[in-house]
């Protein structure tokens, strides 16, 4: 097990700060640019105090996504999105263990539908919810923000945090034979992926920090030099 390879670096840029009139252009712009995945904001208004992407906005895009469309719900009840999600052509489906009565049933939807499945932890969930369901997993997603907004600041204290995690997944890979990715998610920029990285993330969602500028690819090239520190582009 000691040869076994950690995953390279994805970027996945976050559509929710895209500009929505223009969306499948948009994503066909920001593959072109590098993206390795499309990062799928989905809040009911409930769960988190924001409305946006329902199942046939996922549907719509999937003919321009060619890489994999990775769907981040912040939805409660969650188990009847997993399907319609996954229905409509999600190939990662994440949500918050909080949105659901029992954890490893949902996860066991995500599958069973033929997706990737992970779990979301929000800055003040414990990492302890991962002890039981790491066969289950392949991504768990920190959120770096409370989710709801894009365009907020990433919190410091998620780097020990992210630190934490990336010990339990070499843990289970070493005793395994698999990775687990650990995605970050809120705040993460140019001048800050390259400390986010060296904590131990691997896949990294960027929301206006790629959107907001004109020249998508200069901003995906700029987070790829500074992850180069790192290694494993």
């Known amino acids: ?16 700060s895209a ?31 924001n409305l946006t992407f329902g199942p046939m906005v996922c549907q719509a895009i999937k003919p321009y996504a060619s890489v994999p469309i990775d769907v981040h719900l912040m939805v409660e009840p969650v188990d009847d999105m997993i399907n319609a999600f996954a229905s409509a052509g999600a190939d990662i489906i994440t949500f918050h263990p909080e949105a659901s009565k029992h954890v490893d049933r949902s996860l066991s939807l995500i599958k069973v ?18 002890e039981q369901i790491m066969d289950k997993l392949d991504v768990i997603l920190l959120m770096s923000v409370n989710p709801g907004f894009g365009g907020q600041s990433f919190i410091p204290s998620t780097l020990e945090k992210i630190r934490q995690v990336r010990s339990i997944i070499d843990t289970y890979a070493n005793n395994n034979g698999r990775y687990i990715r ?10 800050n992926i390259a400390e986010i990285a060296k904590a131990g993330a691997d ?20 987070m790829r030099e500074q992850l180069a520190k790192e290694g494993r582009i």
């Open 203 to 222: 896949t990294f969602v960027a929301g206006s920090a790629i959107f907001g500028f004109e020249d998508y690819g200069k901003q995906i090239s700029a």
């Open 1 to 16: 097990m000691n040869n076994l390879k950690k995953p390279d670096f994805f970027i996945a840029p976050s559509i929710l």
């Open 19 to 49: 500009n929505f009139a223009f969306l499948g252009n948009e994503i066909k712009a920001v593959i072109d640019a590098g993206a390795d995945w499309i990062h799928f904001d989905v809040m009911d208004n409930h769960y988190v105090p």
């Open 182 to 191: 650990l995605e970050v998610d809120g705040g993460v920029k140019i001048d």
């Open 113 to 130: 539908a033929g997706c990737k499945a992970g779990l979301v932890l929000n800055p003040a969930t414990p990492v302890y919810v991962l």
